[in-house]
């Protein structure tokens, strides 16, 4: 299960919507095969791990990071190749949360006489495709906000200056998670102020983009940011208030934008309706970069699921200068939001603080 899991991380990026799954097959204490989901649309990892082991996975035990799937979708049912196939045994990590499958798949496979057993590095399984659970579940994407900042809680100097707060270590990590998301949000004023192209850029990955979103509730964006002549296979999504100045909306999308265009909240873009489009989009994962009214608004709106901040060790000071999350703020120390399953770790000189928003 361990390499199962492994080989289901291959998969990274790719798979979503689907999960990621890795596969392998075992004959007495060896391995005879392994697979794993490869792309979205493509075979499943307990597909290829069968067309790799041909005829010797008769009688051989199957382990799998996810329950088999039952039910004919891009690609017909897994259950009934495993059966044909002769498999005499399937652990897996955890039941697939689909609807579609949901215990179902497992049912089908113990009514054929074969052995299952569930639960095996289950934990891991599920982190491994936390963003999957939820979408699958929901329909919603799940969201990631991250942010970097010094030790006293600035994203950038007073006067805007924010290159660079982290360490390399930390901005290729940053990389490497765009690399396995489907869409990176930002605010308009992170643009303008910094003209990113949010492309992934990391020598550990093949450079897989994702979908770059980026909030512009009033359609003021010029249209000469890096973020529309970047060479990219993704997208760049504008998101826009419907009452937006028509003009304005019309050079974004001469710039080479797709417009989404979404209720107002306050006067502002409502960011549970532009979750639920971007669902229905089949994007599965957002990681929000910022900038600090963003996050707090993301915050406010209840959407954010998980939470990494670096901490450097440095310090900006300036009581004008920005910080991650910005908005009003609570008023009581007991509104704080809260993490928990709270994990901290070293990237070179910087801290990553992870944790989930508490519900």
Not at 311 to 323: N, R, W, Y
Request: hydrophobic fraction near 40%.
């Amino acid at each position: 299960m361990e390499r199962a899991l492994e080989l289901a991380e291959l998969g990274r990026g790719f798979a979503s919507p689907n999960p990621m799954v890795g596969a392998v097959l075992v004959k007495g204490k060896r391995i005879i095969a392994e697979g794993f989901h490869k792309r979205f649309g493509e075979a499943h990892a307990e597909i290829v791990a069968l067309k790799n082991a041909g005829d010797s996975a008769r009688g051989s035990t199957l382990c799998i990071t996810l329950e088999p799937c039952c039910h004919h979708g891009k690609t017909p049912p897994c259950t009934r190749a495993i059966i044909e196939a002769g498999v005499k045994q399937v652990v897996m990590a955890m039941e697939d949360p689909n609807p579609l499958v949901a215990g179902m798949g497992r049912k089908e496979l113990d009514q054929a006489g074969i052995r299952v057993e569930c639960g095996l590095l289950a934990d891991r399984a599920r982190k491994l495709n936390e963003s999957f659970v939820k979408f699958i579940t929901t329909g919603l994407p799940f969201f990631t906000a991250k942010a970097a900042m010094t030790l006293d809680g600035k994203i950038a100097t007073r006067t805007g200056d924010s290159r660079w707060i982290t360490g390399e270590q930390a901005r290729e990590y940053v990389h490497w998670l765009r690399a396995g998301v489907d869409a990176v949000m930002v605010g308009s004023g992170t643009v303008e102020a910094d003209d990113p192209m949010l492309t992934t850029r990391t020598t550990d990955t093949n450079e897989r983009d994702a979908a770059r979103v980026i909030v512009d509730g009033d359609a003021k964006l010029s249209p000469n940011r890096k973020v529309f002549t970047v060479r990219s296979s993704a997208p760049t999504l504008v998101v826009v208030k419907a009452t937006a100045s028509a003009d304005r909306k019309e050079a974004l999308r001469r710039a080479g934008a797709e417009l989404i265009e979404v209720t107002a909240k306050g006067g502002k873009v409502d960011l549970a309706h532009l979750a639920s489009l971007l669902g229905k989009r089949n994007i599965a994962h957002v990681m929000i970069e910022g900038g600090g009214g963003l996050l707090a608004a993301a915050f406010d709106a209840g959407i954010v699921d998980k939470v990494l901040f670096f901490v450097a060790p440095k310090i900006f000071g300036g009581k004008d200068a920005s910080t991650p999350v910005e908005g009003i703020g609570v008023t009581k120390a007991s509104e704080a939001i809260s993490l928990r399953d709270v994990t901290t770790r070293r990237m070179g000189d910087d801290i990553l603080i992870e944790g989930y928003v508490s519900t």
